[in-house]
């Protein structure tokens, strides 16, 4: 099951009231693909009429694009912090403790998310995961895949992307170092 988009609104809850319609009853609908994981509250892959008024999209410059949610394929996500971002916040309000515990829960997900066979080739943890309400969530949700042999085959190609996750963490949030090396060698010992 690979996972596509022409177009991907991650769209903050108030679409409800631009839109004027409630989205209670189309969400009750659907059939959710890792909806905790991703913060995913719907998606749109397929044509339907039941959006009678287009959204219309206004770019900083007051430029308007409308978009037929209809003929549209769309995600709509909740909010997260990108996880590079929510690195930096804690960090700036010297809330170190807050910062590692985030870093092992987002390893502790995306062993989770592999183990499960829930592939993502190019991981990007500092961009393509995020948080909402201090828990990770991947956000870039378009790249996708199960392939069960990733259940148990997945361990070279973790440790590789999370090496470029330490890298990353060296070379900007060096204080975080040490509690991420801790817990990553921890966790791989356990997989």
């Not at 890792?34 to 913060?39: D, I, M, P, R, S």
């Not at 502790?108 to 990007?124: H, R």
Request: aromatic residues 12%; hydrophobic residues 45%.
């Amino acid at each position: 099951m690979k996972l596509s988009a022409k177009c991907i609104l991650s769209i903050s809850l108030f679409v409800t009231l631009v839109l004027g319609i409630s989205f209670t009853w189309i969400i009750k609908r659907q059939d959710y693909l890792l909806k905790e994981e991703t913060g995913l509250i719907y998606y749109h892959f397929a044509p339907t009429d039941y959006f009678t008024t287009p959204l219309i999209l206004i770019n900083k410059l007051g430029e308007k694009r409308e978009i037929d949610l209809d003929a549209t394929e769309f995600f709509l996500q909740k909010k997260a912090v990108v996880t590079f971002e929510y690195l930096d916040r804690c960090l700036a309000l010297n809330q170190i403790d807050k910062a590692n515990d985030a870093l092992k829960k987002l390893l502790e997900f995306t062993i989770a998310l592999y183990c499960q066979g829930i592939v993502m080739v190019d991981l990007q943890l500092m961009s393509n995961f995020g948080f909402i309400d201090d828990l990770p969530a991947r956000i870039d949700i378009e790249h996708i895949e199960f392939k069960k042999s990733w259940k148990t085959d997945h361990k070279e190609h973790l440790k590789s992307q999370v090496e470029y996750f330490r890298e990353w963490i060296l070379q900007n949030h060096a204080p975080l170092l040490e509690s991420f090396d801790t817990v990553s060698k921890d966790l791989f010992l356990k997989t």
